[in-house]
């Protein structure tokens, strides 16, 4: 875990790195999260890449949605921009699948989530567990993992425990 705690911390710089690795270490021990799900990416076996996937729950929900968030995702800096964020993305998203999550939030960069088929969440009517600012509302998203899941809703999204902190919903 030591390296992955150095890789986000580089991947984030001291303060915001510090403050993943306090919340990765959360989530990991946090039963809320479960099922969780995470990924490494390697060269030459060094850790250069790193994604976490959380169970979150869909608040009054008719469905039985199977749902999860990702964050975070973490590249080291000399390693970016050559595809292993979009590797680790893709390689979770069809796990994820494979296991029937139905759908996957993330709160990130639209100019990047959206390449891996993200939309706004909150024009759907998927609340993001703490308000968003209005200028960052795009930023809080969600992805359908099989065709027709996500459905316009109005409906709160609970994340695990550990992630329920309004400093972690500022984009």
Known sequence: MEKVEDLIVS???????????????????????????????????????????????????????????????AVLPEF???????????????????????????????EYYTKYGFGPAGRLGYEAPYPIADKDADAWMVRSCFPDQVERVNRKVVCADSLNNPGYWRE
């Open 80 to 110: 970016q921009s050559q595809g292993i964020g979009a590797q680790l993305v893709t390689r979770g998203l069809n796990q994820l699948m494979a296991v029937g999550v139905d759908i996957v939030f993330v709160l990130g960069h639209p």
């Open 11 to 73: 991947a984030f710089g001291e303060i915001e790195g510090s403050q993943i690795v306090v919340l990765v270490s959360n989530l990991l021990a946090d039963k809320s999260a479960y099922p969780l799900f995470s990924l490494v990416a390697t060269v030459e076996e060094s850790i250069v890449g790193y994604i976490l996937f959380t169970s979150t729950i869909i608040e009054y929900s008719d469905h039985t949605n199977c749902s999860a968030i990702l964050a975070p995702l």
